[in-house]
């Protein structure tokens, strides 16, 4: 075995095992939620670019730092599945249906979306804070941001790559996907890329709190990941 494949094995060899038995035996019935997602995603796709439900889904998902944080948390949850500014639709849907994928089999549906949540969230929250910080802080926004449509699955697709990669032992893709989103930032200073930051952000502090959770006496044997693995 070549050094390479050894790293290969090192890095994605327990997420790959996770995976693959799951999708030989049951196939897409393996990702029940993450179909749907998908679905759901094409759907709003469809409907907002007909002359008669661009209103409509822009009332049920879009969300904007200038709106009632109310309004926002209450529309956030099924922002994650509408279309996104810089983003094509096929490019939502394949983020979708490989990352969410993934994370269903690993983790479960519940468990997926709410992480999904965490990071999608934090970057709505964040957005406000930054607008509020001002474009000279280096944390800020300018206030023109507050006008920008805020919806996609990237966040949710960054913070549960980033979670995948810790939980199974994926730490340099992990990391290769935090060192892209802070070039993406150096790169493109826009609220998109800070956003992802601050996913990535809160999705850390599920994984510390998580490992202070599991540390400790009596718990059970854990796999080489560090925790093992969930099943929906």
Not at 51 to 77: C, K, M, N
Not at 199 to 215: E, K, P, T
Request: proline share 6%; with cysteine.
């Amino acid at each position: 075995m070549t050094r390479l494949a050894r790293w290969a094995r090192a890095e994605w060899g327990l997420l790959y095992v996770t995976v693959r038995e799951p999708l030989l035996k049951l196939g897409p019935r393996a990702i029940p939620m993450t179909i749907g997602a998908v679905c759901l995603t094409a759907v709003l796709q469809f409907v907002q670019n007909q002359s008669w439900g661009y209103g409509f889904v822009q009332d049920i998902g879009s969300v904007r730092a200038e709106e009632p944080l109310w309004l926002a948390l209450l529309r956030t949850p099924l922002s994650l599945f509408m279309p996104a500014l810089d983003l094509p639709v096929w490019g939502a849907l394949a983020q979708i249906l490989f990352v969410l994928g993934i994370a269903e089999i690993c983790l479960g549906w519940w468990q997926t979306l709410a992480i999904a949540y965490v990071a999608t969230l934090a970057g709505t929250l964040y957005a406000r804070i930054g607008i509020a910080l001002g474009p000279h802080h280096p944390l800020g926004l300018p206030g023109t941001d507050a006008q920008v449509v805020d919806t996609g699955p990237s966040a949710a697709v960054v913070g549960l790559a980033v979670y995948l990669g810790w939980r199974y032992g994926a730490y340099v893709t992990a990391g290769a996907v935090v060192a892209a989103m802070a070039i993406e930032v150096g790169v493109k200073e826009n609220l998109a890329g800070k956003e992802h930051l601050a996913a990535i952000a809160g999705v850390a502090l599920v994984c510390l709190l998580s490992a202070v959770r599991h540390r400790g006496p009596g718990r059970r044997a854990r796999s080489a990941s560090g925790f093992p693995p969930i099943q929906s």
